[in-house]
């Protein structure tokens, strides 16, 4: 049977497909020099991250097993002390005080930035989105040592006209933990302002239709059809505020203490790594290595976080058709 061979009004080359002189059209793609450098620029930029996480991870875990052979795992976790110049290695008043100001970010960002996103994404006019947006990202971008002034001479005193300077010391955790919360309130904002929107309109439609108002639509149909979204938001939200420095640096206090108080002061990991690195520690000491200790401890965190996000976006994810 004798062959035929087709040709498509449309143009073969457009394609990205060339047809040999024998008339038969060829599937192979034709070369393109610029994609294949920009595919390989793209690798190369990839393999540099990963190379330098696992660069920092090696870094990390080599000066904290120096650090474990003096220390052992069960003073380090239990320990109630944190004082170097005395061979006292307990991660807990550090851990606490990291954890308490993170507790009260958490207040104020996940509350008020799922309020800021359901009203940008269901309420707020097209020309009102368009200002608030960009607002919200202005203040992500400033520097966190301002935030840090902030709390420390204006929230602290606030706080102190209240309740009383004899009852809120000038460095505490709740200053600190406040302004964090006005820090990581627009990723929280942006993040679930961005799930809440990619609920099909079909949903919304069908809510109106069976009678219910904007708010139990908003409420009861596009939050929980969110919640996949919703929650990774609020886990890397809550990571954003294990790792900030400088405004509990500033804010929170320059001490290691025990104390679930948040009118006293209290030095979180990242706030003692900062003060600590900034004075006279000799080279491959025992202080010199119990920061890297910390700092895999705040990374391993992180991690166990951002993990824990992920998960939550495959186990609840809404698959919309």
């Given at each position: ?29 034709r ?7 920009v ?55 550090l ?13 104020v ?14 309420y ?22 301002v ?12 706080l ?81 505020a ?51 200790a ?28």
């Open positions: 049977m004798k062959r035929r061979s087709f040709r498509s009004p449309i143009s073969v080359e457009s394609a990205g497909y060339h047809e040999e002189r024998t008339g038969f059209i060829t599937l192979a793609r070369a393109r020099p610029g994609e294949t450098l595919e390989a620029f793209l690798l190369f930029c990839a393999a540099i991250s990963i190379f330098t996480t696992l660069g920092i991870v090696a870094t990390l875990g080599r000066e904290s097993l120096s650090f474990f052979r003096e220390v052992s795992f069960i003073e380090f976790f239990t320990g109630r002390v944190w004082q170097p110049a005395i061979g006292e290695f307990g991660i807990l008043p851990l606490t005080a990291t954890l308490a100001t993170s507790f009260y970010a958490m207040l960002a996940l509350p008020l930035g799922l309020v800021v996103a359901i009203y940008l994404s269901e707020a006019p097209f020309g009102v989105r368009e200002v608030l947006k960009p607002v919200l990202e202005v203040l992500a971008g400033v520097p966190t040592v935030y840090g002034y902030f709390a420390l001479t204006t929230v602290t005193p606030f102190q006209g209240i309740l009383g300077q004899d009852r809120v010391e000038v460095y505490n955790t709740l200053s600190a933990g406040l302004v964090m919360g006005i820090l990581i309130l627009p990723l929280v904002a942006s993040m679930c302002e961005d799930a809440l929107s990619a609920v099909p309109a079909a949903l919304r439609e069908g809510a109106y239709a069976m009678g219910a108002t904007k708010l139990e639509t908003s409420v009861k149909i596009v939050v929980p059809s969110a919640f996949s979204g919703l929650a990774a938001a609020f886990i890397l939200a809550l990571s954003r294990v790792g900030e420095t400088m405004i509990v640096a500033l804010a929170a206090g320059a001490g290691p203490n025990l104390t679930l108080n948040p009118f006293r002061s209290a030095e979180t990991m990242t706030g003692h790594i900062v003060r600590i690195s900034g004075g006279d520690l000799s080279y491959d000491s025992i202080d010199y290595r119990s920061l890297f910390i700092a895999l401890l705040l990374f391993l965190v992180t991690l166990a976080l951002n993990i824990l996000s992920r998960k939550i976006i495959r186990r609840y994810r809404e698959v919309y058709e």
